[in-house]
């Protein structure tokens, strides 16, 4: 059973970091490309970044680039998000994603939100 689960969402303030984590299980990891989404309230999911099966290859959503790092361990089966400088526009619940060829599976989500 693929299982994705998020963590390390919070509060933090305007300027502030938070790293995020995605772990994966039930499936090869390795051989999945994986992304992070984010959702604000009423919208659709936004792409923010996405990272290839060895890490050959990221992408950014414009406003994140400069501020976020997506990275994976592929030995402990998990993604990051590194968000520093974050911005009170960067409040979302954070999503993972894991995907290979037709196949998608979706993590729960993680609370952010930057305030002061």
């Known amino acids: 059973q693929v299982q994705l689960v998020e963590s390390g969402g919070g509060l933090v303030q305007p300027g502030g970091s938070l790293r995020l984590s995605c772990a994966g299980s039930?499936?090869?990891?390795?051989?999945?490309?994986m992304s992070w989404y984010r959702q604000y309230p009423g919208k659709e999911r936004e792409l923010v970044a996405s990272?290839?099966?060895?890490?050959?290859?990221?992408n950014y959503k414009d406003s994140v680039k400069g501020r976020f790092t997506i990275s994976r361990d592929n030995a402990k089966n998990t993604l990051y998000l590194q968000m520093n400088n974050l911005k009170p526009e960067d409040t979302a619940v954070y999503y993972c994603?894991?995907?290979?060829?037709?196949?998608?599976?979706w993590g729960q989500g993680t609370q952010v939100t930057v305030s002061s």
């Open positions: 039930g499936f090869t990891f390795s051989s999945y490309g």
């Open positions: 990272i290839s099966s060895y890490s050959t290859t990221t």
């Open positions: 994603k894991a995907v290979r060829g037709a196949f998608s599976s």
